[in-house]
């Protein structure tokens, strides 16, 4: 078996009308974990370069479980990619109960994290012992999967829905009152 480890982050969600969406950051660059044990960790810019470069497939799953598929990079209804913030992914949600479920606990806000599993590559961290403090960098990772989590090891990781119907609808209720405004 694979030394593969796991750490969570960011998550939203968008309705477009095709179907929903969630995205977010899986890793933040440059922000320490929380509730690793004996460490902390940074994930460094680059870290899945690599691994993002290759033909590989990524899933993305709820809880890291592989029973609950969301999306794949193969079936490309999952795009996952680096910038300059972190590891950035949206996932086409599939009409099944999970995802279903899941989508409304993110808009209620009972869901707020994502995670990643990985394996380091060969020479791909770092440690660093100061005092009673021990860091870790990760400098090179194999990516398995994005997953959707309440429970992140990174804080500022996100899963967000966006709702479009959100955002028009009530841009249409405002040019209704502006113009019922204008009439009186």
């Known amino acids: 078996m694979q030394n593969i480890e796991t750490r969570t982050c960011e998550l939203r969600t968008s309705n477009t009308g095709k179907g ?45 479980d592989t029973r609950a598929v969301l999306g794949s990079t193969y079936a490309k209804t999952l795009k996952v990619q680096e910038d300059s913030k972190g590891l950035y992914y949206e996932v086409s949600m599939p009409d099944t109960t999970i995802a279903r479920d899941l989508l409304v606990s993110v808009e209620r806000g009972d869901i707020r994290g994502a995670s990643f599993s990985f394996e380091v590559a060969e020479d791909g961290d770092k440690w660093t012992v100061q005092g009673d403090k021990v860091l870790r960098e990760l400098l090179d990772l194999n990516l398995y999967d994005v997953t959707i989590t309440p429970t992140p090891a990174y804080s500022d990781t996100s899963v967000a829905r966006r709702a479009l119907e959100r955002i028009v609808k009530p841009t249409i209720r405002l040019a209704l009152a502006r113009r019922y405004m204008e009439t009186v």
Do not use: I, M, N, W
Request: hydrophobic share 40%; net charge negative.
């Open 20 to 64: 929903s969406t969630l995205f977010g950051y899986a890793a933040v660059f440059g922000v320490e974990s929380e509730g690793l044990p004996g460490f902390t960790e940074l994930v460094r810019p680059g870290a899945f370069s690599r691994t993002l470069q290759s033909s590989g497939d990524v899933l993305a799953l709820y809880q890291h």
